[in-house]
């Protein structure tokens, strides 16, 4: 999706539940996604991806769900750790290998 | 894995003084980096895509005579801040597409270079 320049969302959950972060992405032609965590003071580290000729995918501990009717997706944090704790980015590629970030999300694990 | 490093990590200059950015592909060769910039508590922002051994292209709004890039091999790129002035201090962010393999996911972030215009 377009990134809109606003403050960011808090997410907070208690250790041990799950989390959900949602985002809406604008580019219906978009065929790769790709969720980022960034911890403060670094640049994003790769989580998960999907194809868009898929809906959901699934790593460690992590699931991510892409729902192209709405242009929407979300990452689903299993067993939410403090460590867990960072924004969390959702990036579409686009035509010339470009990414297009989202707003973002903050995410704050409470033990 | 593909790593990707930036120098300085940090730097704090005086108003119109100029920066250099460096970032540096560590174990393959990018044909392609991307240069971004975050602000406190925002997204990240392309600001330019740098191909090795042609002019960058800037995305509409980043002047190109304040944001020099320059990609002169294969591993390294630099983006110099031009007469940096205060609302230029950001996170500056680059990353480098490794085009081995078959894998989507060929863009590899850079740590970020932290700028601050005093």
């Known amino acids: 999706g377009e990134s809109v320049g606003l403050h960011l969302p808090t997410l907070s959950v208690q250790e041990g539940d799950n989390s959900i972060i949602n985002c809406a992405y604008s580019?219906?032609?978009?065929?790769?996604f790709i969720w980022y965590k960034q911890e403060s003071g670094k640049g994003p580290q790769f989580i998960i991806d999907i194809r868009s000729n898929m809906d959901k995918r699934q790593g460690q501990r992590v699931t991510v769900l892409l729902n192209k009717t709405v242009k929407h997706l979300s990452l689903q944090i299993a067993a939410t750790q403090p460590g867990d704790s960072a924004v969390y980015f959702c990036a579409e590629k686009e035509y010339g290998n470009k990414l297009v970030f989202g707003a973002g999300t903050i995410l704050r694990v409470k033990s | 894995g593909a790593v990707v490093s930036q120098h300085p990590s940090w730097v704090i200059c005086k108003s119109g003084t100029s920066v250099k950015i460096e970032c540096r592909s560590l174990?393959?060769?990018?044909?392609?980096m991307f240069w971004y910039r975050q602000f406190p508590k925002q997204s990240l922002m392309l600001m330019a895509t740098s191909n090795e051994g042609s002019k960058a292209t800037y995305e509409q709004g980043v002047e190109k005579d304040k944001f020099l890039i320059n990609h002169a091999s294969l591993t390294l790129s630099t983006l110099t801040v031009t007469s940096a002035h205060p609302e230029d201090s950001s996170f500056y962010i680059c990353?480098?597409?490794?085009?081995?393999?078959?894998?989507?996911?060929?863009?590899?972030f850079g740590p970020g270079t932290r700028l601050t215009v005093l």
């Open positions: 174990d393959f060769q990018a044909t392609t």
């Open positions: 580019n219906s032609a978009s065929d790769y």
């Open positions: 990353s480098a597409r490794d085009p081995r393999g078959d894998s989507y996911n060929e863009q590899f």
